[in-house]
């Protein structure tokens, strides 16, 4: 497991979230001079955008997320994700989020699959930090956020051999390998199969530095070449042109990471059967976990990082649906498999009473961001944002 997985594995995700939420909310926004009040407008979606990438990028946030360390529970990672999408006036409930997070962590685990090499991984965080940018080039204080992030990126990363970007790899393969949810752009593309595997394909640009397939060279024992000897391949394979750049601004030549929203295209979830059996067979351990003392610490240091604010009165801010009705969304809710939930993080820290405790402290204190005059009513009519992913 490399401890240096975390900062790539959260920027990628979110980079992924952020691409789902402003295209639907650009699907659903309507002129200022002609919204009601109880519509998305333009502004509104700039306000999400701004303030969940704002609350992202902050810079106690990112200094504890940096922190060489092992990944913690998926549960623990999506607690974290939950809290930062309600920093803004967005309303998600259970099931929506559960909707999002699939879409999220199904889209990286194809990019991971199909890197070339394990350094385009940095590639790959690289285009989702361009594509944030982008978002919010009206906001220079958050932007120069996002910019101080890509710097400490570039410091930590840049210098690491080959070695320890494969064992990045493998730890982010390991995280995501119980992981078979079936995404229609996917499933349409026939990049994935009925059961939610990824098919890989078997032609294509080879790595950057490598040679195209298709010659054996044989050598003496002074290193001089003796023979040569040609085979056939199954694959279509071509060079590179170019290695992308791993500078603050340049061409990543990867298009791996960029934003597969910006065409509408239908991109619902589905859970396949062993997806079903393993999330029948997720429950923690019973056995005391020995990390739990180290998995508390950690979510207390990163959701402490968020510094969030508690609506006012009785506003509820504005309700973000990812399905076509209320009642498909409270059946999904309904027969979601409990260990799945992002409610509660069930930890089996029976030795820490105390710092168990302590985390539901912390987690009940959290607080949402608080919406504007007005914005409740707004969320009553936000159904269907996800009838067309």
Known sequence: MSTRTLPLLFLNLGGEMLYILDQRLRAQSIPGEKARKDEWTDVDRKRVMNDIISAMFKKNFMEELFKPQDLYSKKALRT???RLAHTSIMRLNQASMDKL????????????????????I????????????????????????????FRQLIETYSCLPDGEFQL????????????????????????????????????????WGTEVPGLIRIFNHKGVEVKRAEFTTAGNYVTPQREGSFELYG?????????????TRPVETHMSGSSKNLASQAKENIVPNPLAKEEL???????????IQKPAGGETGFRLNLFTTDEEEEHAAQTRPEELSYKVINIEATQEPGRRAELSRILG????????????????????????L
Do not use: W
Not at 101 to 120: E, G, I, S
Not at 122 to 136: C, E, P, R, S
Not at 297 to 307: E, I, K, T, V
């Open 80 to 82: 974290v994700y939950d």
């Open 101 to 120: 997070y699939d879409l999220m962590t199904m889209a990286f685990k194809y990019q991971v699959l199909l890197c070339p090499r394990p350094r385009d």
């Open 122 to 149: 940095l590639l790959v965080t690289f285009n989702h930090l361009d594509a944030i940018k982008d978002f919010i080039s009206d906001a220079p204080g958050i932007l120069n956020q996002v910019d101080e992030t």
């Open 168 to 207: 990045i790899r493998q730890t982010l393969l390991i995280f995501f390998q119980d992981m078979h949810i079936r995404v229609s752009i996917f499933l349409k593309d026939k990049v994935q199969n009925s059961n939610g595997r990824f098919v890989l394909p078997i032609s294509g640009p080879v790595p």
């Open 251 to 263: 061409d990543r030549a990867l298009k791996l990471g960029t934003n597969m929203y910006s065409m």
């Open 297 to 307: 610490n950690f979510l207390a240091r990163l959701l402490g990082g968020l510094d």
């Open 365 to 388: 204190e959290l607080e949402v961001a608080e919406p504007r005059p007005g914005s409740a009513e707004k969320g009553e009519d936000l159904l269907a944002l996800m009838d067309e």
